[in-house]
């Protein structure tokens, strides 16, 4: 009996890794009706992670009311595992969350994540597990510090909103009404990027633009979030140094340099999928491992869920196949890391098509891998 183990991230935009790994799961079983399969829908930080991880350990999903990323009120959740809550930025001033033609990291906010963190620490929970992808936000954290109870003024005095226009206008940093309960906290971030919090691969000029920020726009919000950091620092005291060049202090716009002002540790996303899932203890049982993303290419080889799945699947004896919703520039170094590759992409589409029929399509590459496999297989054994 073939083993088949699926550990799909979303294809953000049409399918969450959960549809995903259903969707995959659909087709193994039309080919190998006897194969025995495992779904293990899981994300690297970005949207979803609070649905996978709770999945996976058979958690909890606690709705809550936030303030959203353009002030708003707003519905989101939070995962309960254990001792643990697992947040998301995503779900909580997430880029989705923010209609395109309203997307302005001036007016945006990072809010809702400290006020999650509050209601948490409200159930008498302690232990975090943060992810950063998929945020609308460039405030530097300082809409987060503030639901915790951080002071951010101006050059009047007067207390900042916390979206990133604030930066700005920020004139003094005081960490000194921060909750008092953080310092019993382990705080555990889940960030699969490496940038800095300013300069030229910092937060606003790599991510801004895609929040909504011109070039004027994040050359200014660059250098007060520099001034920003100054003033953070040196509220921190030299015991902590310099964190705005820790690597993934720039991540979410600068929520990853204020969740380390807090003390938190930054983790590659797809590690902490591994740890919290069990996921390397699946992989060692399986003959094959499916695993895929909406969009692989040369970035994926930097830390992405895909490549890191299929190193697991390795080191554990399994094979394994990456099937996503397209393969761009720089795939082919993919090869070496696995089974094969291949888009569920049929015919000259546009991209609307093909998330429109993104389920239909997945479903028959799929069914198409499986085929090829189980023929593979009988040769293998003689057959």
Known sequence: MMRILIVPDSYKGSLTAIEVADTMASAVKAELPDAEVRRFPLADGGEGTVDALVAAQSGQIVPIEVTGPLGERSAACYGVIGSMVVLEAANLCGLTMVPSEQRNPLHTTSRALGEAIVMALDQGFTQFTIGLGGSSTNDGGIGMLSALGAVFTDKTG???????QDLLEL????????DPRLAQCRITVACDVKNPLVGPE??????GPQKGASPDMCRTLDRAMAGYADKLEASLGAAEGNLRDTPGAGAAGGLGFALLALGAKLVPGAQVMEELTGLREAARTADWVLTGEGRSDGQTLYGKLPIHVARVAREEGARAVLISGSLGAGSELLMSEFAGCFSIVEQPSTLQDCMDNAESLLYRCTRNVMRLIAQSSHFDNGK
Request: glycine share 24%.
């Open 158 to 164: 007067e207390t900042v909103r916390g979206c990133g």
């Open 171 to 178: 004139a003094a940093v005081d960490l000194g009404g921060l």
């Open 202 to 207: 910092g937060a606003t000029f790599v991510y």
